[in-house]
């Protein structure tokens, strides 16, 4: 019984991430800036490993709060650097992504030589692995991510209007920067508990693949998130159950894995249905 | 010894890394480097499933093919499936880099040449381990040997190609008009820079490439006031940083290329800090 419910749970709970992640990187898609969220995931790994190395405990919300911190640095170190040297925008995140990544990976070595260091599993977040979710850790992202969707339901207008034309919207009276605060810490959010699903190095295919493969279907802002969230709930709920299945492959890859198959297939169906209508 | 035969090796994977990285920075690609650097795992792991043995010419070529396909598949994306581009780099980075890792947990276990870490960290510590001994001497590792040709190739490459690499850096379009072929520029360094993620693999990882391409063209960039100050500053910023994160690796006692690209970023965090001609820094780039 207690373990169909810890399943249920499971399910449940990285669908939820997948598909909040799915609708941030639909907004990050809209305003160019897919990689941000693949910076930050790297970004936040320092936050995580230094929370646990003070706290000593891996408690979900500790790590959780690291990571917040650690990703608003390199928010606020990008936008810094970009005001105060001429570097482009691509060399500027690159360069505040490795820095922090680096960090994070010579601390996590030195945990690492820890006694406390196995136990904790921290390697986890680099490839991500479902299994070493607790039930109150599946809970606790549950509640965040619903508090988030509701977020995004409730201002949708605004973000979506941010995100499509920004001056509009500030010549509307809105300010720019609150939202743009509000976005930063919806992304951060997402992109720290979704790490610890999938992984660091594979957050950005949470992020960025359910709406590419949803933008080659349609154009349709509503069909759009529709098609997202359809997609985006077919890659978690797939790849977490093949990875129940098959314990020794990471949780991470697969979804990545079947997201990039997806695209692949509604691309071909697009240049097929393309040509139909050319010829046909 | 241990020490200065590390040295050497982290000395002859970041001076490539820091001249090709000065041209990627200019030319506004960083993340196609990073996507091709995540990108050779899939051609390693194929090439090594095919053949057997990872110190193979036939491994070598896999990958960097596996490599230069990346740019092709990025092309691909943004004509064919009409995905924007920073979408489209990121597609083909977790598709070819979630290959891999797959590839890896199906046919290998835990404990082989291959393993997760290594995809990350690399393993610059056990280069040290296959000495060429000549005669009682130690002449160098089997790493130190299979660099040294690339680290030369390269030097060269920006060397007798500089002209042509400065026009194109600084204005694309002019090149063209010029009648120099910038394709063939283009992918001369692409795939100069995916021989360059094979052969490092082994010390520094698939992950942090990046790192050594980005972070010493970047604090040479802030310093520079010309092209070639640039190319210089850069390869001496990087043979800095190795010795500094290798000597305090050792010290401390971490794996050492994560915190080789720390020092890095420790020179370009004092660099920007205490450059005082920040307001002069030249653009380079017209386009």
Redesign the interface.
């Known amino acids: 019984m207690s373990a169909d419910f810890s399943i249920v749970l499971l399910f449940f709970g990285v669908t939820l991430i997948s598909v909040t992640a799915g609708i941030i990187g639909y907004f990050n898609l809209l305003q160019k800036k897919s990689l941000i969220g693949d910076a930050l995931a790297h970004a936040v790994l320092p936050g995580i490993v230094l929370a646990f190395l003070f706290s000593g405990v891996r408690e979900s919300w500790i790590l959780l709060i690291g990571a917040i911190i650690a990703g608003f640095l390199a928010l606020t170190a990008i936008s810094f650097l970009l005001k105060h040297t001429k570097l482009k925008q691509d060399s500027v995140i690159a360069l505040v992504m490795i820095t922090f990544f680096s960090l994070g990976l010579t601390v996590l070595s030195y945990v690492q030589l820890k006694p406390l260091g196995n136990q904790a599993g921290l390697t986890d977040f680099l490839f991500g692995k479902i299994a070493a979710l607790s039930q109150n850790d599946l809970f606790f992202f549950s509640v965040l991510c619903s508090i988030i969707l509701s977020a995004v339901f409730v201002t949708f207008k605004i973000i979506f209007g941010f995100a499509f034309d920004s001056s509009f919207m500030r010549f509307k009276g809105f300010s720019g920067n609150t939202w743009s605060f509000f976005m930063n810490v919806i992304t951060i959010i997402i992109v720290s508990i979704g790490i610890q699903a999938v992984g660091v190095v594979l957050m950005s295919a949470l992020l960025i693949l359910p709406v590419t493969s949803a933008k080659q279907l349609t154009n349709n802002r509503n069909k759009l998130i529709i098609w997202t969230v359809c997609f985006a709930l077919f890659g978690a709920s797939f790849g977490t159950f093949i990875s129940l299945y098959s314990s020794q492959l990471p949780t991470g890859p697969l979804i990545s894995m079947i997201l990039c198959t997806t695209l692949f297939i509604t691309a071909v169906l697009k240049r097929f249905t393309l040509l139909a209508k050319n010829y046909g | 010894m241990d020490e200065f035969l590390l040295i050497i090796t982290a000395i002859l994977v970041a001076i490539p890394a820091a001249l090709l990285g000065v041209i990627l ?1 200019l030319n ?4 196609i480097g ?1 996507a091709i650097s ?1 990108a050779v795992l899939p051609g390693i792991v194929i090439a090594y499933l095919i053949v057997g043995t990872m110190d193979n010419t036939y491994v070598l070529m896999g990958a960097s093919i596996a490599g230069f396909i990346t740019t092709l598949l990025i092309d691909f994306f943004q004509a ?5 581009k ?2 489209a ?3 083909a ?3 070819l ?3 891999g ?2 590839l890896l ?2 046919f290998f276990g835990q404990n082989t040449e291959l393993d ?2 290594c995809v ?2 690399g393993a610059i510590e056990t280069t040290v381990i296959e000495q060429v001994l000549v005669g009682e001497t130690i002449f160098g590792t089997r790493a130190i040997f299979q660099l040294l040709p690339l680290t030369i190739i390269v030097v060269l490459f920006v060397f007798f190609g500089f002209s042509r690499l400065k026009s194109w850096l600084f204005n694309a379009s002019y090149t063209t008009l010029l009648g120099i072929s910038i394709t063939k520029w283009r992918l001369s360094v692409l795939l100069l820079l995916s021989l360059h993620a094979v052969l490092s693999f082994e010390s520094v990882g698939a ?2 490439l ?2 050594l391409l ?2 010493p ?2 604090t040479a ?2 310093l520079a006031k010309n092209l070639k100050e640039a190319f210089v500053y850069a390869v001496i910023i990087a043979i800095i940083a190795c010795v500094i994160g290798v000597l305090v690796g050792f010290q ?4 050492i ?3 080789i ?2 020092s890095n ?1 420790f020179l ?1 965090i004092g660099v ?1 800090i205490f450059d005082r001609n ?1 307001k002069h ?3 380079f780039t017209k386009n």
């Not at chain 2, 506004?28 to 993340?31: E, P």
């Not at chain 2, 401390?252 to 794996?255: C, G, P």
Request: net charge neutral.
């Open positions: 920075l506004k690609s960083v993340m990073d995540h064919k499936f009409a995905i924007q920073d979408a780099i990121g597609t980075t977790t598709f880099f979630s290959l890792v797959l947990a199906l997760q870490e990350l960290f992950v942090m990046i790192g980005v972070l063209g970047a960039l802030l401390i006692n971490v794996s290329a994560p915190v690209i720390f970023s370009f920007f920040r820094q030249l653009n």
